[in-house]
């Protein structure tokens, strides 16, 4: 299945949904760096120092994503559940992916 962007967007809403789902895959994959990578080296091998670099990226990125997303509910028409379901998926593992891939096929219909 084709990664297009709905058609029936303008380019300002198109570049806003491109926005978020940069900042999404960022947010997430510093997320799992931060618990697959990150912590097990912290607990499991005394190295403290990942968690003290990744987690702080993490944080930023996590902020700057939870604005953007805000942002673009303000310029696209979101489905209802789309804001409180963006912010709930960026505290699970895997969450952004899943949030993008749902959003854009609801955007689609």
Same mark, same amino acid.
């Not at 028409?77 to 891939?101: E, T």
């Given at each position: 299945?084709?990664?297009?962007?709905?058609?029936?967007?303008?380019?300002?809403?198109?570049?806003?949904?491109?926005?978020?789902?940069?900042?999404?895959?960022?947010?997430?994959?510093?997320?799992?760096?931060?618990?697959?990578?990150?912590?097990?080296?912290k607990y499991?091998?005394?190295?403290?120092?990942?968690?003290?670099?990744?987690?702080?990226?993490? $944080? *930023? @990125?996590?902020?700057?994503?939870?604005?953007?997303?805000?942002i673009?509910?303000?310029?696209? =028409?979101?489905? !209802?559940?789309?804001?409180?379901? $963006? *912010? @709930?998926?960026?505290?699970?593992?895997?969450?952004?992916?899943?949030?993008?891939?749902?959003? =854009?096929?609801? !955007?689609?219909?």
């Amino acid at each position: 299945m084709s990664q297009a962007q709905p058609s029936a967007l303008t380019k300002r809403q198109n570049s806003a949904l491109r926005n978020l789902t940069i900042m999404g895959y960022l947010e997430g994959t510093s997320f799992l760096l931060l618990l697959g990578i990150a912590m097990p080296l912290k607990y499991m091998f005394d190295i403290p120092e990942a968690v003290s670099y990744v987690g702080p990226v993490h $944080g *930023v @990125l996590f902020v700057a994503y939870v604005v953007v997303l805000v942002i673009t509910a303000s310029r696209i =028409k979101m489905p !209802l559940w789309a804001l409180p379901a $963006g *912010v @709930l998926g960026s505290f699970l593992p895997f969450g952004p992916f899943i949030f993008d891939h749902l959003l =854009k096929k609801s !955007l689609r219909k």
